[in-house]
């Protein structure tokens, strides 16, 4: 059986890049967000940035009414009240981001917006040395 030459010289290009996004992925990050899953009122959002046990905490409104240009916002851990802050409007959004703060690893992290319901949390996780990569 002979195989055509074209298709015998573009077997190792597919191959070269199938594997191609595999050696150009980034390391693992703990990064994460979470937000409320009710859209029909205020829609609440947090951020954690960093790794293990050391993260800043953002706290994000997607969807206050234009008139609202800042607004008390609170971080918790594990239910407990670490700061509350004053969050800002920057376009659309209200937001304040905590600077990195040791938030220990399988934390439970919540913001919570001053007079709104809602509450975002996100839990801390530890994954180890493979964000140094």
């Known amino acids: 059986m002979t195989i055509c030459p074209v298709i015998r010289r573009g ?6 890049s199938a ?6 992925a980034q390391p693992a990050v703990a990064d994460a967000s979470s937000c409320t899953h009710d859209f ?4 609440i959002c947090i951020r954690l940035k960093g790794r293990n046990g050391s993260n ?3 706290g994000i409104w997607t969807n206050p009414s234009q008139g609202t240009r800042h607004r008390a916002v609170t971080v918790f851990m594990n239910g407990r009240r670490v700061s ?3 969050a800002r409007r920057v376009g659309s ?11 220990g690893t399988d934390t439970k992290i919540c913001v919570k917006f001053a007079g709104i319901g809602r509450v975002a ?3 801390t996780r530890y994954i180890g040395d493979r964000a140094q990569l």
Request: glycine share 2%; hydrophobic share 40%.
């Open 40 to 43: 029909s009122g205020p829609q």
């Open 19 to 24: 594997l191609l996004p595999l050696l150009s």
């Open 84 to 86: 509350t802050a004053q």
């Open 93 to 103: 959004t209200l937001s304040h981001t905590w600077p990195t703060m040791h938030t």
């Open 56 to 58: 800043s905490v953002t």
């Open 121 to 123: 949390c996100d839990t």
């Open 11 to 16: 077997v190792p290009l597919v191959a070269a």
